[in-house]
Structures are given as structure tokens and as C-alpha cells.
């Protein structure tokens, strides 16, 4: 189930996220999406989809902060 655009992310994402926030979000989950399809690569019995959600959030979490209700960049701060 990747996501071809930031239209189709979860609403969650849609409505907190930056718009480069959810460009990131949708790149690592895509990628991750297609790294883990074989389940002997995750490290437990967690679905391809929730470890792809995982590593898409890590993602945003290295360029991106929450400040009070709002992520901004960490590279403005």
C-alpha cells in the first residue's frame, strides 16, 4: 500500500505534518514499504505496514520537531 501522493497519507499526517514533512513521511514509508516486504527482515511478528509507519516517523523525526501543537524544522531552530 504505498502511497503514490500526499493526498492518499493518513489523515493523522496530512493534518500535523509540514507539506516537506509529509514529502519525507511518504519517501521513507515507500521505501521501508518495499525493504521489509520479506518478513524474515523485521526484527518481530509486527506487519510490513506498522514497521513502514515506524521508519517513515523516524524519518520526519530527524528533520522535524514538535513544538507544543506544531512540527517545525530543526533546521530553522
Known sequence: MPYSNLKE????VQDHLPKHAQEIYR?????????????????SK????AVAHKVAWAA???????????WVSKILH
Not at 29 to 43: G, L, P, Q, T, V
Open 27 to 43: 519517501e521513507a514509508f515507500n521505501h521501508a514499504w518495499e525493504e521489509y516486504a520479506d518478513s524474515s527482515k523485521r526484527r
Open 60 to 70: 520526519v523525526k530527524l528533520k522535524y520537531e514538535k513544538k507544543g501543537e506544531h
Open 46 to 49: 509486527i506487519s510490513r505496514e
Open 9 to 12: 497519507l493518513p489523515k493523522s
